[in-house]
């Protein structure tokens, strides 16, 4: 069946484009192109009219026709791109619809067929999906390493050799006398193969961060200046400010970009002993809120007290926390924070000490490394990457303890577990999962 969809968005823009794909896209979309020959050049931007069933011109844009198997999908695809009216794009699409070999596309159905015609393998057709929905730069360039298969290549790193171990024990066990000898060393390759499972598996928490952000809380004692440095860090002025303590009192939350990496910072209400009924509410959703966050942001006044900042500090639970010591700008006493590690001292007020309170977070979120050299392995994978690290770890414990059969029978799952990954094992109900999260047209 030959599907049909507008590959960009229904909004008005500069150039619209209406897709097709599969056998019967050169003939269709030659019906609304009257000008195109019957056998138009392969990638050839030719320049049309668009006509509507009376053969009345609705608009003059390109025709694009991409040969099988040479396209996106792997099938016969044509591209009409017209001037980007959503109203105009409703016709054209509308028009090829009429077709009764033509049908509207699914969700991710164009990238599920290039998947389908081995044009790319899952982790690629995934990285397409992460690429549209990237938003910070460092999204875009992890899904575009995916993209050109650097998931693909790791994935592939564990999946042969573990393939080419399944066949050898299987060889043994169904052809003892051939294939001899052929199980040797079945454990040390188990056991490599397993942390090799486990170190990608590792890299699932830095996929997170990159694909949705980093939330990091700024909290402490009333007026310390968290808004103030909120302020300073969002580069604009989202928040109250006030000489009055317990001034903030709902949470506040602003995306920022910092190295390519996407942040959400929070500004929270101040804590104190005795608070308002309102100001009580706002404290609960500042607990809440601490709960919630990659790293929280200490940040204490000059008067606090190395008892009080630890005070705080077990406010903030399991949740990491980076002491700041605040308005270093009238800070002439000595500061408690001079004790503290990381020493830093910022200024909401005059902006000092911000870079390497920006370097601090970055460091610690990331630890070492590019944001964008991160292998984006999603939940999915992560949950098949450790089925699979499982399975070998049973593996390793037969391959010293147990029948050949067993042994075989672990490795096998695990082999199973990694082609959910890359696709090479996988059921038409998690493709169905899979694409059901793409947009139409993509
Ligand atoms: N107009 C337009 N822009 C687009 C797409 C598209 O389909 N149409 N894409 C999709 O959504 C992406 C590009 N992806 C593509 C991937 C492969 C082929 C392709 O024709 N591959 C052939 C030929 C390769 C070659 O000549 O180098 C092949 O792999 O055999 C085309 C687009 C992004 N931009
Ligand atoms: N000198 C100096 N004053 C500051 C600085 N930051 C904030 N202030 C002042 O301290 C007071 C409190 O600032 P806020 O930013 O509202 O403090 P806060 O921690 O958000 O306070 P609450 O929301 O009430 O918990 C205001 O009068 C600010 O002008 C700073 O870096 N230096
Ligand atoms: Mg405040």
Known sequence: MTIAALATAPAAGAVGILRLSGPAAL????????GI???????????????????????????????????????????????????????????????????PARPGEFTRRAFLQGRIDLTRAEAVADLVAADSEAAVRAAAAGLSG?????????????????????GVLNFPEEAEGADEGAGPRVAALRSEAE????????????????????????????????????????????????????????????????????????LRETP????????????????????????????ATPAEAEGWVKEAGATAVLRVAGKCDVAALPHAAATWERGLRVSGKTGE????LRTAVLSHLWGEGTPAAVAL????????????????????????????????GEVGLALE?????????VSEALLDAIFQRFCIGK
């Open 37 to 103: 020959p019957e056998a138009p050049v392969p990638r050839h931007a030719y320049l049309a009219s668009f006509v509507d069933a009376g053969g009345r011109t609705l608009d003059e844009g390109l025709f694009l026709y991409f040969r099988a198997p040479h396209s996106f999908t792997g099938e016969d695809v044509v591209e009409l791109q017209a001037h980007g009216s959503p109203r105009l794009l409703q016709l054209l699409l509308a028009r090829v619809l009429e077709d009764e070999r033509v049908r």
């Open 150 to 170: 650097a998931l693909a290549l790791r994935v592939a790193s564990l999946e042969e050799p573990l393939r080419a171990l399944h066949a050898d024990l299987e």
């Open 276 to 303: 308002g009924r309102i100001e009580a509410l706002g404290i609960a959703r500042t607990r809440e809120a601490l709960a919630s966050v990659d790293l929280a942001l200490l940040v204490l006044p000059p008067e």
């Open 199 to 270: 170190s990608l598996l590792a890299e699932a928490g830095r996929g997170r961060l990159v694909r949705r952000g980093a939330r990091v809380a700024l909290y402490g004692p009333v007026n310390a200046g968290k808004s103030t440095l909120f302020n300073r860090l969002v580069g604009e002025a989202r928040a109250l400010v006030d000489a009055e303590p317990g001034t903030t009192r709902d949470v506040l939350e602003a995306r920022v970009e910092w190295n390519g990496l996407a942040l959400s910072l929070l500004d929270t209400a101040g």
């Open 27 to 34: 003939e269709v979309g030659r019906r609304l192109a009257p």
């Open 353 to 356: 000490g911000l870079e390497p």
């Open 417 to 425: 577990a990694l082609g959910e990954v890359s696709g090479t094992s």
């Open 377 to 408: 392995v999603s939940e999915r994978h992560a949950d098949a990457l450790r089925r699979a690290a499982e399975a070998l770890g049973r593996a390793h414990e037969a391959s010293r303890l147990s029948t050949l059969e067993v042994l075989s």
